[in-house]
């Protein structure tokens, strides 16, 4: 087992350092942004790691594909300690790898954040691997035969050309963190113009991308509240424990969803447990790939919460899920290209993936994840 890190992304399809530089224009994306000391500063906290690719080889040659993210770090944690880690052991008992990971990286410097990323990637491949193996696709492996397909909404700001492109649901990104009248102000007019745009009956959902403070973020629920938003998104800071329960009284008759920056399952089956959202959110890439995912379904399913993976029509590894996952609304396609751009440009797409056509998806039926990759085009990518 190998982990690199990406520096050609073109292999890929789109440009890591582009995404990256985009994100870190806005203040939104600065997680110290409502400190009035720090505003205007997002590039001073942007991790200056890429993507990284784990490549799981089995005793008979197969070999499986993941990916994540933060490669500076995930990619020596990878190949200092967990491959060394699982060497040797059956690629059958996914389960008891995941949690092998999992407690030995709680154990000695915390399961989630950095080290979540990197068990992201492992038992992606893993999964992977094992899709080619019983040469099935992955979707077939968690359960679903004939899967049907999925509807997709669009995430970004050109609602028009979305609406172009086939998509009939639509979610915008808060632009300004700042607790401002002013950034109210504005947000009302980019969601009224919004739902004008895309008429009454469209779904529109908002995301506030998690750095808003709980006071701000109660009065966006209430500021919105006349636009018929279908959820309101990562409301607050990610581990706000006691922030996600004053937002839930606040604004009661409001849908809410978090979960993208959650790691691991544990937070998932907390906000389960304390009723803090209507939907999660979980990212393949980053909350610890496929087994965490099952588990955050089978949790939401069982207590009658909703499942919206972040970036679900992004990647092959979301799309999968978002086809076999119980309880699974939506896949989110975040469209971060220009305006007639192919939609493979966009962020996190694979080779070998399906694109949503008039606002669904159909995920591939190839052997694991169906990402037409080899190895050479890996050795190349990760030169």
Same mark, same amino acid.
């Given at each position: 087992?190998?982990?690199?890190?990406?520096?050609?992304?073109?292999?890929?399809?789109?440009?890591?350092?582009?995404?990256?530089?985009?994100?870190?224009?806005?203040?939104?994306?600065?997680?110290?942004?409502?400190?009035?000391?720090?505003?205007?500063?997002?590039?001073?906290?942007?991790?200056?790691?890429?993507?990284?690719?784990?490549?799981?080889?089995?005793?008979?040659?197969?070999?499986?594909?993941?990916?994540?993210? *933060?490669? $500076?770090?995930? &990619?020596? #944690?990878?190949? +200092?300690?967990? /491959?060394?880690?699982?060497?040797?052991?059956? %690629?059958?008992?996914?389960?008891?790898?995941?949690?092998?990971?999992?407690?030995?990286?709680?154990?000695?410097?915390?399961?989630?954040?950095?080290?979540?990323?990197?068990?992201?990637?492992?038992?992606?491949?893993?999964?992977?691997?094992?899709?080619?193996?019983?040469?099935?696709?992955?979707?077939?492996?968690?359960?679903?035969?004939?899967?049907?397909?999925?509807?997709?909404?669009?995430?970004?700001?050109?609602?028009?050309?979305?609406?172009?492109?086939?998509?009939?649901?639509?979610?915008?990104?808060?632009?300004?963190?700042?607790?401002?009248?002013?950034?109210?102000?504005?947000?009302?007019?980019?969601?009224?113009?919004?739902?004008? *745009?895309? $008429?009454?009956? &469209?779904? #529109?959902?908002? +995301?506030?991308? /998690?750095?808003?403070?709980?006071?701000?973020? %109660?009065?966006?629920?209430?500021?919105?509240?006349?636009?018929?938003?279908?959820?309101?998104?990562?409301?607050?800071?990610?581990?706000?424990?006691?922030?996600?329960?004053?937002?839930?009284?606040?604004?009661?008759?409001?849908?809410?969803?978090?979960?993208?920056?959650?790691?691991?399952?544990?937070?998932?089956?907390?906000?389960?447990?304390?009723?803090?959202?209507?939907?999660?959110?979980?990212?393949?890439?980053?909350?610890?790939?496929?087994?965490?995912?099952?588990?955050?379904?089978?949790?939401?399913?069982?207590?009658?919460?909703?499942?919206?993976?972040?970036?679900?029509?992004?990647?092959?590894?979301?799309?999968?899920?978002?086809?076999?996952?119980?309880?699974?609304?939506?896949?989110?396609?975040?469209?971060?290209?220009?305006?007639?751009?192919?939609?493979?440009?966009?962020?996190?797409?694979?080779?070998?993936?399906?694109?949503?056509?008039?606002?669904?998806?159909?995920?591939?039926?190839?052997?694991?994840?169906?990402?037409?990759?080899?190895?050479?085009?890996?050795?190349?990518?990760?030169?």
């Amino acid at each position: 087992m190998r982990a690199e890190a990406v520096t050609n992304p073109e292999v890929l399809g789109r440009s890591v350092e582009g995404i990256a530089d985009w994100h870190y224009q806005f203040d939104h994306m600065n997680p110290l942004c409502t400190d009035l000391r720090y505003r205007g500063q997002a590039s001073r906290f942007q991790p200056p790691w890429g993507e990284v690719m784990c490549v799981v080889t089995t005793n008979s040659g197969v070999w499986g594909l993941g990916m994540g993210s *933060l490669a $500076g770090v995930t &990619a020596p #944690l990878i190949n +200092d300690y967990l /491959a060394p880690m699982l060497s040797g052991e059956p %690629i059958e008992d996914r389960e008891r790898l995941w949690e092998m990971m999992t407690v030995a990286c709680g154990s000695h410097f915390g399961a989630s954040g950095v080290a979540s990323y990197a068990i992201s990637a492992v038992d992606l491949a893993l999964w992977d691997a094992a899709g080619k193996l019983a040469d099935k696709p992955v979707y077939e492996l968690l359960g679903t035969t004939d899967p049907q397909p999925v509807r997709c909404y669009a995430t970004g700001s050109d609602l028009e050309w979305f609406g172009e492109l086939g998509f009939e649901a639509f979610k915008l990104a808060c632009p300004w963190g700042p607790d401002t009248t002013a950034a109210i102000d504005q947000l009302v007019d980019l969601v009224g113009n919004g739902r004008e *745009l895309v $008429g009454p009956s &469209a779904d #529109l959902m908002l +995301d506030c991308w /998690a750095v808003q403070s709980v006071e701000h973020a %109660i009065s966006i629920g209430e500021a919105v509240r006349a636009f018929d938003i279908e959820w309101i998104e990562d409301m607050i800071y990610p581990e706000d424990w006691d922030g996600y329960s004053q937002v839930r009284s606040a604004l009661p008759d409001h849908r809410l969803a978090a979960g993208e920056r959650w790691y691991t399952d544990l937070p998932f089956l907390r906000a389960i447990e304390y009723g803090w959202v209507d939907v999660l959110q979980p990212d393949p890439l980053w909350v610890g790939g496929v087994t965490p995912c099952r588990r955050i379904a089978n949790a939401a399913a069982t207590a009658g919460y909703d499942l919206a993976l972040h970036c679900g029509a992004n990647d092959s590894y979301g799309q999968h899920l978002s086809a076999a996952l119980s309880g699974n609304l939506w896949a989110e396609m975040y469209i971060g290209c220009s305006r007639g751009s192919p939609l493979m440009n966009s962020y996190r797409a694979t080779p070998g993936m399906n694109l949503p056509l008039k606002g669904m998806l159909q995920p591939s039926d190839a052997p694991g994840f169906g990402i037409e990759l080899s190895l050479s085009d890996i050795e190349r990518a990760t030169a």
